[in-house]
């Protein structure tokens, strides 16, 4: 069963317009998702008196329903994009290990303290030395994961913040030292996953 309580703090945090007010109210919001199982949880939190339950206006129920929704929503695409990144590392760390003829344990050893801008250039140098007629294929290839590694850095190191589309990623750039706001439009992060998966394909062919 969903935690309701911990629903309604987590939205309620990622909110600028919800007041003290508002946010008790979301409890039941959160009530309603998680279903009735969690009233009894709900109504006992200190502070929050049960008439507040019967205070929210159904505009008000149905913008914080949508609210969480898209939050939700954009937190899978985070969670996807990421989980299929940390796929496309591995697999690079696996073709460096099966060009090295390094065996598991050794894998670990040797390659893992790369970071993944290290790792690309340490692949794509030992991969052109045994493939000297793919030079330009695997620069593009390694060059094509350096640039998706950029977008993972917005994502894991950006902050988060309230969007008009959802949460958004605002990242300082170190070149420039000026903060952007990144994935205004969510739907890109489930492009970049595909990208990664596409990615990955092509490092086992290489």
């Not at 911990?6 to 919001?29: C, I, P, W, Y």
């Not at 893992?112 to 493939?131: E, G």
């Not at 958004?168 to 969510?186: C, G, I, N, Q």
């Amino acid at each position: 069963m969903i935690d309701g309580l911990a629903v309604a703090a987590a939205n309620g945090a990622m909110s600028t317009h919800l007041t003290e007010d508002l946010e008790k109210q979301g409890l039941r919001v959160a009530r309603e998702i998680a279903g009735e199982d969690a009233v009894e949880q709900v109504e006992v939190v200190p502070g929050v008196d049960a008439d507040w339950y019967e205070e929210i206006s159904p505009e008000l129920m149905n913008g914080l329903k949508e609210e969480i929704e898209i939050n939700s929503r954009v937190f899978q695409y985070i969670g996807q994009f990421i989980f299929a990144f940390s796929q496309l590392e591995y697999s690079i760390k696996v073709r460096l290990a099966v060009a090295l003829r390094l065996t598991e344990e050794q894998l670990d050893v040797v390659i893992s303290p790369y970071d993944f801008a290290m790792l690309c250039t340490v692949t794509q140098n030992i991969l052109i030395q045994i493939k000297p007629s793919k030079d330009g294929e695997l620069q593009k290839l390694f060059n094509k994961c350096r640039k998706l590694n950029e977008e993972r850095v917005k994502v894991a190191h950006g902050l988060w913040t309230p969007g008009p589309n959802g949460p958004m990623a605002r990242h300082v750039s170190r070149a420039k030292l000026k903060h952007e706001y990144h994935f205004e439009h969510p739907e890109k992060l489930a492009t970049l996953a595909e990208n990664a998966k596409v990615l990955m394909a092509e490092v086992f062919d290489s």
